[in-house]
């Protein structure tokens, strides 16, 4: 079955240039300025799938060809179809915010910092979990209508799939959208940022899953992060996913390295020398509260998750516990460390999991 | 009013074909002229200021996503007329050359063109002197040389310097670094009942401890315009030195620095049709004098050893590096061109944009304007930060962009606590220029209202 299939994708304009395929299922690479209605030199006739294939991006756009729609997630495709058919561009907004209305609201314990998406105008936070199969599912919220809209979008077309295929996607499949959000790696993207967030996340659920621990979650976590279902601990890492931060242990202490700085590797130390842990995970998420009172004047070197597990726990209560970590680090606490945020189990509870 | 036509008489400025060889003076003839002409034809009410303007400005004739474009983001930067444009041109086209230091002939027309933008610059604020004017980067860089130079030599523990809470960023963070290495404090005046800062607490607020004032002297959220005379005239009481920031009033009124009697006051060229990459510092010559460098390099040195240096006379101790030269020269001519029209006539103009601004604005349903509203004695700026209740102001930004054409911001316009103050995390802003008109007014409403509309059926 051959079809061709006029599209614009360029919504606000009334012109149609003429889509082509050339190779499937990849686009034309740029042959951005030959638009002509009448040329038909460039129409080719092929077996398409009957669903609506994508259309031909702008001329002013990316002269690399888009992901293929295949390796989206089904739901996405869909989504990204559904945009495709409507083409007034308000109705597309409609559409948006349609989506973003009937998102499931986030509860506000989720609201964190952690959860934030940088570089909003607007505020959008993006809550992300495993299942037992580790297919990552999101929720999300935000106060602007359309952002909402956009992330209901990505929630919607990323929840309930495996990890790889998540972290797969690349953004440039809002070109097929036609809402004309900018792809630019600006500060101000928010579109790019959440994507990038929600992929992030999902990469260290991963992470955390596959490594085994930390699956009895209900840690006695002292800042926002309060669940139960496996959530992954802030990781240390701002943009990329792998750069080498403490992502916690097997058996065997091993240590989280990268990023620690000299107050970090006195309290690994310490908590080494002192506890003989099994496992030991010292993070510094300073950079987390960089803007608040409790940092000016330090180092920077102010905020730490600290996830111990170790025989010195038997037999003492959660505040013991605590106690006895405090104690250890109160000439820290002394001298500008600020906050510590503890989880301190004993071998036991961690095998019995 | 009956079909006259008028008709203007070309002048140099308006045409874009400008040498700069002809000498300035030529120029600036041309320009007296041409605002006699203008006041006449706007006296007359024949055409507004702004639809006078608009032809200059190539950028503002275009589409965007499919309608034409109204720019109304002018308190963000401004757009620049042709003669800047051209000016830029010719001088990498004629006489590109480094200054100050070269025998040459094109270095030294290069030389003799950045020192006479100095002077435009300073004629401009009316500066006793051209050495009180340092170039640098933009004004946030301006607020940096003081910070640095000055501030570190002259604070000491327990010094007060005073802000208004609607401070921009760049009149805060840098005092907080300062503040930090010299143990000096920073107090904040907060805002009246009228949205304004509170101009009598501020006075309360001065005392013997204080060494530094930093105000706006227009909010570039708000629009409230402060009294600036009354409190350097209270700061120099006590010993205290007035830092202005003058980024949002310099390009929309006239602002006299010898009237201010203002220590420091920086402006930045982009916002008024100067080209970006350019402000500068306003300093009191035995001010400047005093302070040591900002940053070190060649053209601050004086002359240069293994182990010490001595630096040059202000205002090139402070100006390390080549210069941005074309960049001056365009402000130079930024400044021609604005002076040819008149600053009191744009301001005049603009206060009356500024009220019909306002008063469009309320018509809005469930809208919140910041700031005072205009009276017989409070005159607003030109622009409006507002929320309309329920609706995000970045959908609002979005929407009259994408179906519009309207650039507005959204955002917290680098006064987060200004907006804390406020209660909001962000709001919308439009702001003008003498070359908007009534009918970009009008077309934002318009396009205001029916946004409002379509995020309401929604709900």
């Known amino acids: ?353 | 009013m009956e079909g006259l036509v008028v008709k203007l008489p070309s002048f140099p400025f308006l045409s874009p074909n400008i040498s700069s060889s002809s000498s300035s003076s030529t120029f600036r003839l041309g320009f007296r002229r041409f605002s006699a002409s203008i006041s006449a034809a706007v006296n007359e009410g024949f055409v507004s200021l702004g639809q006078l303007t608009r032809p200059d400005f190539p950028i503002l004739h275009q589409e965007v996503n499919g309608s034409k474009l109204v720019y109304l983001d002018n308190a963000a930067t401004s757009q620049k007329p042709t003669a800047v444009l051209k000016s830029l041109q010719n001088y990498y086209e004629a006489y590109n050359s480094n200054v100050h230091r070269g025998i040459h002939y094109l270095s030294a027309k290069a030389t003799d063109e950045y020192e006479l933008a100095r002077k435009k610059v300073a004629a401009f604020i009316n500066a006793s002197d051209s050495a009180e004017i340092v170039f640098t980067r933009n004004a946030t860089e301006a607020i940096n040389l003081v910070a640095y130079s000055w501030g570190l030599s002259n604070l000491k523990p327990r010094d007060e310097i005073i802000l208004t809470i609607a401070e921009h960023h760049s009149a805060i963070v840098p005092w907080q670094i300062v503040a930090q290495k010299t143990g000096a404090i920073l107090k904040f005046v907060s805002l009246d009942e009228n949205e304004v800062p509170d101009v009598e607490k501020l006075r309360e607020m001065i005392s013997t401890s204080t060494k530094l004032v930093v105000v706006h002297h227009v909010s570039n959220v708000l629009g409230s315009v402060l009294p600036i005379e009354d409190i350097v005239i209270w700061a120099h009481a006590v010993g205290a030195k007035v830092l202005v920031d003058a980024c949002q009033s310099v390009p929309h009124m006239v602002v006299d620095v010898q009237g201010l009697d203002a220590d420091f006051l920086v402006a930045s060229s982009h916002k008024m049709c100067g080209p970006t990459g350019i402000g500068f510092l306003f300093g009191k010559s035995n001010l400047l004098l005093t302070m040591p460098p900002f940053l070190g390099g060649g053209e601050m040195i004086s002359d240069v050893f293994l182990d010490h240096s001595t630096y040059a006379e202000p205002p090139s101790r402070f100006e390390a590096g080549t210069p941005a030269i074309g960049e001056a020269i365009g402000l130079g001519a930024a400044i021609d061109y604005l002076s040819g029209i008149g600053m009191q006539k744009i301001h005049d103009y603009e206060m009356e944009l500024a009220n019909y601004l306002y008063e469009k604005l309320c018509s809005v349903p469930n809208i919140r304007i910041y700031g005072p509203k205009p009276s017989d004695d409070i005159h607003r700026a030109a622009l409006c930060s507002f929320n309309i209740e329920n609706i995000h102001p970045t959908d609002i930004a979005t929407f009259l962009d994408q179906q519009h054409g309207v650039a507005i911001r959204s955002g917290h316009h680098c006064a987060q606590p200004l907006h804390r103050r406020l209660g909001v995390n962000a709001s919308a802003r439009a702001s003008l220029h003498f070359y908007n008109t009534e009918e970009d007014v009008d077309n934002f409403i318009q396009s205001l209202n029916d946004t409002v509309s379509f995020f309401n059926s929604f709900k």
């Open chain 1, 1 to 353: 079955m051959a079809s061709y299939f006029i599209s614009s994708a360029r919504f606000c304009t009334s012109k149609y240039p003429i889509a082509v395929h050339l190779s499937k299922p990849l686009l034309l690479p740029s042959k951005p300025s030959k638009f002509p209605f009448s040329s038909n030199r460039f129409i080719s006739f092929q077996n398409i799938p009957t669903k609506s294939p994508p259309p031909l991006l702008s001329s002013s756009s990316t002269s690399t060809p888009l992901q293929p729609m295949e390796e989206l997630p089904p739901k996405l495709q869909d989504i990204i179809k559904l945009f495709q058919s409507v083409e007034e561009p308000k109705a597309k907004y409609e559409q948006l915010m349609f989506y973003g209305k009937n998102l499931k609201p986030l509860d506000a314990q989720f609201k964190t910092k952690d959860n934030k998406v940088e570089g909003c105008v607007s505020q959008v936070w993006v809550r992300a979990y495993l299942d037992e199969d580790k297919n990552v599912f999101y929720q999300a919220d935000s106060d602007s209508v359309l952002t909402k809209g956009l992330a209901a979008l990505l929630v919607n077309g990323l929840s309930g799939r495996p990890v790889p295929e998540v972290l797969k996607i690349s953004p440039d499949f809002a070109v097929r959208l036609g809402l004309q959000q900018s792809l630019t790696p600006s500060r101000n993207n928010g579109f790019l940022n959440m994507l990038k967030l929600m992929q992030r996340k999902a990469l260290e659920l991963l992470i955390e899953a596959k490594k085994g621990s930390g699956s009895s979650g209900n840690g006695q976590i002292v800042n926002d992060n309060s669940e139960k279902p496996v959530e992954s601990s802030s990781l240390d890492s701002k943009a990329d996913e792998n750069s080498g931060v403490g992502s916690s242990s097997l058996k065997g202490s091993e240590e989280s390295s990268g990023g620690l700085g000299s107050r970090g590797m006195r309290i690994k130390e310490k908590l080494e020398r002192e506890l003989s842990p099994i496992e030991l995970k010292v993070e510094d998420v300073s950079y987390q509260h960089a803007g608040h009172a409790g940092v000016r004047g330090s180092d920077g070197e102010t905020h730490f998750n600290l996830k111990i597990v170790s025989k010195e726990f038997e037999g003492k209560s959660l505040v013991k516990r605590h106690r006895l970590v405090y104690g250890l680090l109160d000439q820290e606490l002394q001298s500008g460390l600020h906050a510590l945020s503890i989880v301190a189990k004993t071998p036991s509870e961690v095998e019995a999991k």
